[in-house]
C-alpha cells in the first residue's frame, strides 16, 4: 500500500454513535470525505436522519439509525440494521458523551457535597458504560469478521484532574483504561487484526461548555476560559475539524500497527505544566 492511500476508508463501514453532537458530527462528516459508509446512531432520530441527508447530498454514503447507547437492546437493533444494509461492520467510533450542569460543582452555588448521586451516575454510565456496551455489540461482530478498528473518545479530563467535572473527568479517565485493556483483550483472544485506540481532544467550544468559557454577554473569555487559553501552548480552543487527521489515522491502515494508545489532540494542554 503506498502512502497515497493509506488513510483512504472507501468501502469502510463505520457506525459512530453520538454522531450529531458538535464533535460526533464533525467526524462523521469528516469519515464520509474519506470514502467511508457512515451509519449515524443517535437517540434523535430527526438528527440522524438531517446529517445523513446533508452527507448524501454531498456525494457521501449515510445511514441513519435512532438508538441509544445505554440500552442493550437498542444497540443490537441498530447492528440488525447495518447489517442488513451493508453486511459488515469495519470500524466503531463510540462519540456519545458529555456532561450535565447538575453533576459540576460551581463555586458558591453547588457543591461537591451537594452533588445527586444519579446525575453523577447519569454522566459515568454516558460517558463510560455507554462505550462498553456498544463496544460489546459491534465489537463482537467484529470477532466474528476477526478483523475491525474501535475507536474511543476520550478527554484532557482524563489525563489530571480539572475542577468541576468530577463524574466526567472519572468516567473518561475510565475510557482510557479500557481502551488499553480492551485493546489486549481483542487482540490476543479474537484477533490481531481488531484494534482499539482513543482520541482525546483538549477544549473545543460546543453547547454544553460555550458560556463556561465564553461570556454570553460579552463574549469575552471567562475566568475558566482565560486559564484554559494561558495552559494551552497553542493559544486558542481546538475547532471541530481539528480531530480529523488524527481520527482518520487511528480507523485507517495508516496506523495499522498502533493499538491501546490514547492520542491527546489538545494544543499542547497536556504537555504544559504552567511555567
Sequence with gaps: MTSNNLFDLTGKVVVITGATGALGAAMTRGLAQAGATVALLARTEANTRFLAQEIEQSGGKALSIQGDVLDKASLQIALEAVMAAYDRIDILVNGAGGNRPDATTLSNQRSFFDLPADALQWVFNLNFTGSVLASQVFGQQMTVQSEGIILNVSSMASFRPLTRVIAYGGAKAAINNFTQWLAVYMATEHSPKIRVNA???????????????????????????????????????????????????????ASRFVTGIVVPVDGGFSAYSGV
Design 199 to 253: 482520541i482525546a481532544p483538549g477544549f473545543f467550544l460546543g453547547d454544553q461548555n460555550r458560556f463556561l468559557l465564553i461570556d454570553e454577554k460579552t463574549g469575552d473569555l471567562t475566568q475558566r476560559g482565560q486559564q484554559i487559553i494561558n495552559h494551552t501552548p497553542m493559544g486558542r480552543f481546538g475547532e471541530a475539524d481539528d480531530l480529523i487527521g488524527t481520527l482518520l489515522w487511528l480507523v485507517s491502515d
